[in-house]
């Protein structure tokens, strides 16, 4: 089965930082784009930021570029997210996202959709 | 940035009944689309993605169709368990983006 669990929300003062993790199980992380995901209370989805299976591209949303840096750990099968400077709008639940892929030879790609989901983590910037 | 409009915002329904939802994408994004159901306190679930693929396990019931910046899914004989919500996302290019949602309510 595969399970991501996050961890590492709570309360942080504007300016704060904070970092999420993301534990997965279940399947090969090392053969998977992986994205963070949040969702504003009561409002829409927010794609953040990805990274590539072996961490060496990143992409990310304008209003967290240079703020926010996503990293993973494949050999602990863990997906990061450094939250610095961090501001009221960024109040949200984070989810950690596997994006779903195909391979073809050794080589695996992503369709930059979500196939499967933590539960989710709740950051609240507030004073 | 690719906007993805979708309509209504909320729509009522009985049992039974099918339901038509659109995603309208600012330029065009060939059948770059995903489908989302999401359930209150739930992560989202995928549905439906290259616009038309159903996702495995996902029942027949639901179906997707389009291509370029006009998009539906569509959702027959309701079943109580598919009132919630849904949003549409983008695959096309960075930044991925989703529509605002459509919520779907029983009437």
């Known amino acids: 089965e595969v399970l991501l669990v996050e961890s590492g929300g709570g309360l942080v003062q504007p300016g704060g930082s904070l970092r999420l993790s993301c534990a997965v199980s279940g399947f090969s992380f090392k053969f998977y784009w992986m994205s963070w995901v949040r969702q504003a209370p009561g409002k829409g989805l927010e794609w953040v930021a990805n990274?590539?299976?072996?961490?060496?591209?990143?992409n990310y949303v304008d209003s967290v570029e240079g703020r926010f840096t996503i990293s993973r750990d494949n050999t602990k099968g863990s997906l990061y997210l450094q939250m610095d400077r961090l501001r009221a709008e960024d109040t949200a639940v984070y989810y950690c996202a596997r994006e779903d892929s195909f391979c073809s030879g050794n080589n695996c790609y992503s369709r930059k959709f979500f196939d499967s989901w933590g539960q989710g983590t709740l950051v609240t910037v507030s004073s | 940035d690719i906007q993805l409009t979708q309509s209504p915002s909320s729509v009522s329904a009985s049992v039974g009944d099918t339901v038509t939802i659109t995603c309208r994408a600012s330029?065009?994004?060939?059948?770059?689309l995903a489908w989302y159901q999401q359930s209150p306190g739930k992560p989202p679930k995928v549905l439906i993605y290259d616009a038309s693929t159903l996702q495995r396990g996902v029942p027949s019931r639901f179906s997707g169709s389009g291509f370029g910046t006009d998009f539906t899914l569509t959702i027959s004989s309701l079943q109580p368990e598919d009132f919630t919500t849904y949003f549409c996302q983008q695959s096309n290019s960075f930044p991925l983006t989703f529509g605002q949602g459509t919520k779907l309510e029983i009437k």
């Open positions: 330029q065009g994004i060939s059948n770059w």
């Open positions: 990274i590539k299976q072996d961490g060496s591209e990143e």
